[in-house]
């Protein structure tokens, strides 16, 4: 018997025999939070003022039974300890049951905890092994400098296709780990089966598939290199990252309104690929959470479409798991602010702000899922994982076009009278294509762009079926044109540009990099209406914005895409 394994046996049995703490002693209670940076606590039937001030103040875990759990750091203990409340101390996230792993090997069996070196590295075979299915794009750095990246898995990963967007991240709270491992194993599970497994196949071909394992590696890494009982909730500022994005409620909220260098990296990547649907995963319960976290009395205007889905993660859960795993609340849905409301969430930022659609996953009563579990929990949930990010398959899928030229065009896509609290959507202002969830049921889409003609079109939809609507909207003679029209974009060697009436004349036409060198400036003439043809086949695949000045000094901007 190893010495890892007493150890092991030593945590199970003191989390048998002492599981909850009875000392309310707040000696005990600063201890705790002394050396291990952190505690949770639990206050049994507060008056609902104080619940108010609970959420508001502190970082709640989960409410239920009447019962408030907190996880308590060095910023937060002090206040709590002044409100004089009755607490409970849990001890058992100070005893935890987890294998770390002895290499990369070895962690690939997806049944033990790898350390920050090993994640670094199996992230990095991944991209190497699977060149043409797989990239690594880096989100940004934590505080202590720990990269937080994410995979794209696509049949063509090195180049941008015209295919919806989708999004795993796991881990934003750094002792929550059964999602980090999941995911490692979901990506392992896509790129080994591309070429077997016609599910597999199916969404590999058809979009862009990002996960990001770990979003807080500052918490989960929290002593440096492996994953123990000192693994944090919190990043290194000790601050709750999934209370510290914009919130749709409290846009103000001075609680998050310093964001976190975790957060803004996060938050330029939401930004940059605006995914159709996502999903975070997190543990302390096992639910699938939709939105609102933040508004108590406000549904979704598309709420029946997000408890469809969340029901239907829940119920392939069911089919393949124990009876009591994800059974409580509604049979393991939640709608967020039904449970607790929360403020600075990702999972409202992204719906209410981006147009996203996007869960939140609980996937286990165990913050740290134990090692022996790993492998269950992947069981448990593999195949729901594999139906989520299908959705983005279904629902009404298009293209939105000039009718003169046929150039694509940014657009709004809204329903009046059902559309609410941003839950329209845009069409993507390089390639012109959109894509509209919603649930079973005729409605009438209402397409806008600036210098076009509305065009509403009735349209069916079907549960679990994708239906096609390409849009060419009209010019509105002698409106104000906002934007440079390019096409084709994607380009290969030539692009053309069509720019407004006032653009007439002698124009400047500089082009940059994303990074922001300039490669190429010149003048041209500019005609009303008639394509700029420009000569880009000097250019390497990738992302350029175009700039054209006229002689009043006036500035159009745009984007556009190479391929080779």
């Known amino acids: 018997m190893t010495y890892r394994t007493l150890i092991l046996i030593f945590c199970l049995q003191v989390i048998n025999v002492t599981g909850f703490s009875q000392d309310n002693s707040d000696d005990r209670l600063k201890s705790i939070v002394k050396e291990y940076g952190e505690a949770e606590v639990i206050v049994v039937n507060p008056a609902r003022e104080r619940i108010d001030f609970i959420l508001a103040n502190f970082s709640v875990s989960s409410i239920k039974n009447d019962s408030v759990r907190i996880r308590l750091s060095t910023l937060t203990i002090e206040l709590f300890i002044n409100q004089g409340y009755k607490y409970i101390i849990d001890e058992r996230i ?4 987890l294998r770390i792993s002895s290499g990369v090997t070895d962690a690939m069996q997806w049944d033990s905890y790898p350390s920050y070196d090993q994640y670094i590295q199996i992230m990095n075979e991944f991209a190497s092994m699977y060149p043409d299915l797989c990239k690594i794009d880096t989100i ?6 720990k990269l937080i990246i994410a995979l794209k898995i696509s049949d063509n990963a090195r180049t941008d296709e015209d295919e919806p967007e989708v999004f795993y991240t796991s881990t934003i709270h750094g002792d929550e780990t059964g999602g980090f491992i999941l995911m490692l194993h979901l990506a392992d599970y896509l790129l080994k089966n591309y070429p077997s497994d016609s599910r597999v ?5 058809n979009l862009e598939i990002w996960i990001n394992p770990l979003a807080n590696p500052d918490g989960t890494y929290k002593t440096g290199n492996v994953i123990n009982s000192f693994s944090s909730r919190f990043n290194a500022n000790e601050v709750d990252l999934n209370r510290n994005f914009p919130d749709p409620a409290i846009p103000y909220n001075s609680r998050n309104n310093i964001r976190q260098k975790e957060t803004t990296g996060m938050i330029r990547f939401l930004g940059k690929h605006r995914f159709v649907i996502s999903a975070n995963f997190h543990s302390g319960e096992e639910v699938v959470n939709y939105p609102w976290d933040s508004f108590i009395s406000k549904l979704h205007a598309d709420n029946d479409w997000f408890y469809r889905i969340s029901r239907s993660y829940a119920d392939t859960v069911h089919k393949y798991s124990s009876s009591s795993y994800m059974n409580g609340f509604d049979n393991g849905v939640v709608r967020g602010a039904v449970w607790y409301i929360i403020n600075g969430g990702r999972q409202d930022y992204v719906t209410g702000q981006l147009q996203g659609r996007e869960v939140t996953i609980e996937l286990d009563k165990d913050y740290i899922t134990p090692s022996a579990e790993l492998l269950r ?5 593999y195949r729901s994982l594999l139906e989520y990010l299908g959705n983005a398959l279904y629902g009404v899928h298009g293209k939105v076009t000039d009718a003169m030229n046929f150039s694509p065009l940014p657009a709004k896509i809204f329903i009046s009278g059902h559309d609410k609290d941003s839950s329209h959507v845009y069409s993507d202002t390089l390639s012109g294509n959109y894509v509209r969830m919603l649930s079973a049921g005729s409605y009438n889409l209402t397409f806008h762009s600036s210098g076009y003609r509305d065009s509403t079109i009735n349209v069916q939809v079907s549960d679990f079926e994708r239906t096609t609507l390409d849009v060419s909207l009209t010019p509105i003679s002698g409106a104000a044109q906002k934007y440079p029209v390019l096409y084709p974009n994607p380009a290969q060697t030539r692009l053309n540009a069509i720019l407004p009436a006032d653009f007439a004349g002698t124009v400047n036409v500089r082009i940059y990099n994303i990074p922001g060198a300039l490669l190429k400036n010149f003048d041209a003439l500019s005609e009303i209406r008639k394509p700029l043809n420009i000569d880009v086949s000097t250019f390497a695949s990738g992302t350029y914005v175009i700039v054209f000045t006229n002689v009043l000094n ?9 391929i080779r």
Request: proline letters at 0%; a positive charge.
């Open 377 to 381: 929990l992947w069981e448990n949930n």
């Open 554 to 562: 006036n500035t159009l901007r745009g984007r556009f895409i190479v």
């Open 140 to 145: 940004g750095l934590s505080i202590n400098g």
């Open 201 to 205: 196949k199916d969404i590999v071909e």
């Open 94 to 97: 100070q005893a935890r049951s």
